[in-house]
């Protein structure tokens, strides 16, 4: 059984609600012809296995509606910010064409895409190239999803977040003690 089968996603609004309230990109289109005119979000979801170091987000595109979120996604990207090396040494044998689409950002072939698709995938690629902090922003979102997973965190996800710092909610309280506590660490009783 490959990795990619038995990988599990959830998406980032549904462990940090908070943050993902701030920190989620929405777009508003006021003229185009290429899209309906509206604002559509771009929902990140991590790999929810603590084993996995996958480092790649699903991002999700959803008109922005209430009523949307409950229907197909009008695009599913993949998008992983490591190097052509990283995904063939972690897929352990995937052709070509799969590791790149694992290292995006690409149309995620296993994902049903809608006729906006590819206007939407030109949309957030422009979006990584332009924006650096929306790109290291994913990369975080990934790094405070596996911390608050439980996985071991390889050195280089702990550069990417420190649980020390204010977290991102803004509620003034350090990370690790707001959006990253995780509960099933907390022991019943007396505390340390």
């Known amino acids: 059984m490959t ?7 959830e998406p980032f609004f549904k462990l940090f609600k908070k943050i ?3 920190e989620t990109r929405v777009i508003t289109f006021l003229t185009n012809e290429k899209i309906p005119i509206g604002s559509y979000a771009f929902v990140p ?3 929810a296995d603590k084993q996995c170091d996958c480092r790649r987000a699903l991002v999700s595109v959803y008109e922005d509606k209430k009523e949307a979120y409950s229907k197909q996604p009008l ?11 990283f995904y063939r040494d972690w897929s352990g044998g995937f052709e070509d064409k799969m590791i ?21 995938l030109a949309t957030f690629i422009d979006l990584i190239e332009k ?10 979102h990934y790094a405070f999803f596996k911390y608050k997973k439980g996985m071991r965190m390889p050195s280089k996800l702990r550069a990417l977040m420190n649980p020390l ?10 990370f690790k003690l707001c959006c990253g506590k995780n509960r ?4 019943k009783g007396k505390r340390r």
């Open 3 to 9: 990795k990619e089968k038995i990988m599990h996603y």
């Open 20 to 22: 993902a309230e701030r």
């Open 45 to 47: 979801s991590y790999c």
């Open 75 to 85: 695009a599913t990207i993949s998008y992983g910010w490591e190097d052509f090396k």
């Open 100 to 120: 790149q689409e694992f290292k995006g950002p690409a149309l995620d072939s296993m994902q049903p895409q809608s006729q906006y698709a590819p206007f939407l």
């Open 131 to 140: 924006d650096e902090d929306y790109a290291q922003r994913l990369q975080r």
């Open 165 to 174: 710092t204010p977290c991102a909610c803004q509620s003034g309280k350090i």
């Open 184 to 187: 099933s660490r907390l022991r």
